[in-house]
């Protein structure tokens, strides 16, 4: 599950979720079954799951359109 609101970047696989600003290149990641209000970051512990969510993501938006305009 992939979505973009106001400027704030997330996907979700399985109980994992990550969220960043989109301007931001750090992800936050959450483990929704054991942290269900997202208080605990654990993408320092998971750099494998959040390079794979970052790309999915990043693909996903390009795919779908989501990114901004670049200005001219």
């Known amino acids: 599950m992939y ?3 106001q400027e704030h970047c ?5 109980n994992m979720k990550a969220v960043k600003k989109l301007e ?3 992800w ?3 483990d929704l079954k054991n942290d269900r ?3 605990i970051d654990i993408a320092v512990k998971h750099p494998q799951l959040v390079a794979e969510l970052d790309q999915a993501w ?3 938006a390009k795919r779908c359109f ?3 305009k670049k200005s001219k």
């Not at 997330?10 to 399985?14: H, Y």
């Open 3 to 5: 979505w973009e609101h």
């Open 10 to 14: 997330a996907i979700r696989k399985g």
């Open 24 to 26: 931001e290149t750090q």
């Open 28 to 30: 936050k990641l959450f």
């Open 37 to 39: 209000t997202e208080k």
């Open 58 to 60: 990043n693909e996903w």
């Open 66 to 68: 989501v990114l901004p």
